[in-house]
Every structure is written in structure tokens, then in C-alpha cells.
T-cell receptor, first 114, second 113 residues
């Protein structure tokens, strides 16, 4: 059964810092990995989807990497801004005949202060 | 643009009531999912559907049922609401040809009193 862990659970940084969020998963037989952002009381917004054949995916100031062999993914946020404050979740396929089922990490709560 | 909508943002129901939560997607996705999200427990899958009239239980199906009569619509039913079902309910959809990238609705905050 897939298990996903995110470290750290919470992170507080000053504006302008570059930061890294970590995600690890136990079943490396994955076809992709997805990063989401969630604002308080809202749904999840998909940030990046990395296919297993890719090692990196970039969108603006966000860069996600995937290392299947070590069971790890990282989300790099460059030049952080207060508007980046949110909970960031990673999710990996649940395993087996999954039909796209995902297993989610507990999330990293990011606070960027001015 | 991808769009998943949910019938209500906030809902207050009484214990024992039958509750219907509706989710609609306009992307012709074959897969649809219902999750609940609780502090400290994260997102947990209740049910999912991979085709019209097809459904499978997720990790916490007890006390819930689902219906998918049309491809775009996936309903979650609380047969007899209990206070333990007070939660944020999130619907999502995905498409195999788009790498199973999941798209979420805005969520329904359900309170059962």
C-alpha cells in the first residue's frame, strides 16, 4: 500500500527566500506524481504533474523533481512571495489497478511573511 | 478550461437526514472521486467511479453511497447523516489520456448537528 510523507509539516520563511518542500513515497512503481496547493477552506489546485519518464517539471517559479529510485520528490519555490502562503500537498498513485487513485501526503503549511 | 463544480459550498443538516452532495465536471473525464478532509487525517478517499454506473469503494466507504448515472455527474449520498460525518467533502476528476492529472472542485463544508 502506498504511503506518502511530507517534510516539513510547516515552514515559515521571509519573503524572497528560495525554499524546498519534500515528499517521499514507499511504492516506487508509480507512473506520475502530482503537487497541489490548497488555500484555507478551498479545494486543491493542481500545480505540477510529473510523469515517471520525466525528472523535472517547471511552471513559473515552481520546479518539481522526481527520483523514483529513491522514492522522493521535491518542490522548489523560487523567490517566495506572501501570496505563496498555503498548504502544499503531494500525491502519488495508490498502486495496483488504481484508475488514477491517489494517496496524499499530510501537506506542508507554508507561511511567507513580508 | 478545466472545471469541477460542487452543488453547495456550505451545508448544515440534522442527524439522521439523507444528504446528497453533487459534483459535475465538464471535461469528459472518465474517473471521478469523492474525498473527505479532516484536520490531522488528511484527504481520505470515500468512493471513486471509473465509468458510468461503475463504482468502487475507497478507504472509508462506511455510511456513504454514490451514484453515477451520467458521465459528467457523480453524487455522494449520506444515507443517515451523523455528527461524525461533519467534514469538508472534495470531489475530483481525471482522464487517463491526460496522465490521470486530478482536478478538484471547490469543496463542500458539511456540518451535521
Amino acid at each position: 500500500k502506498q504511503e506518502v510523507t511530507q517534510i516539513p509539516a510547516a515552514l515559515s520563511v521571509p519573503e524572497g527566500e528560495n525554499l524546498v518542500l519534500n515528499c517521499s513515497f514507499t511504492d516506487s512503481a508509480i507512473y506520475n506524481l502530482q503537487w497541489f496547493r490548497q488555500d484555507p477552506g478551498k479545494g486543491l489546485t493542481s500545480l505540477l504533474l510529473i510523469q515517471s519518464s520525466q525528472r523535472e517539471q517547471t511552471s513559473g517559479r515552481l520546479n518539481a523533481s522526481l527520483d523514483k529510485s529513491s522514492g522522493r520528490s521535491t518542490l522548489y519555490i523560487a523567490a517566495s512571495q506572501p501570496g505563496d502562503s498555503a498548504t502544499y500537498l503531494c500525491a502519488a498513485p495508490a498502486g495496483g489497478t488504481s484508475y488514477g487513485k491517489l494517496t496524499f501526503g499530510q501537506g506542508t503549511i507554508l507561511t511567507v511573511h513580508p | 478550461d478545466v472545471k469541477v463544480t460542487q452543488s453547495s459550498r456550505y451545508l448544515v443538516k440534522r442527524t439522521g437526514e439523507k444528504v446528497f452532495l453533487e459534483c459535475v465536471q465538464d471535461m469528459d473525464h472518465e474517473n471521478m472521486f469523492w474525498y473527505r478532509q479532516d484536520p490531522g487525517l488528511g484527504l481520505r478517499l470515500i468512493y471513486f467511479s471509473y465509468d458510468v454506473k461503475m463504482k468502487e469503494k475507497g478507504d472509508i466507504p462506511e455510511g456513504y453511497s454514490v451514484s453515477r448515472e451520467k458521465k459528467e455527474r457523480f453524487s455522494l449520498i449520506l444515507e443517515s447523516a451523523s455528527t461524525s460525518q461533519t467534514s469538508m467533502y472534495l470531489c475530483a476528476s481525471s482522464l487517463f489520456l491526460k496522465g490521470y492529472e486530478q482536478y478538484f472542485g471547490p469543496g463542500t463544508r458539511l456540518t451535521v448537528t
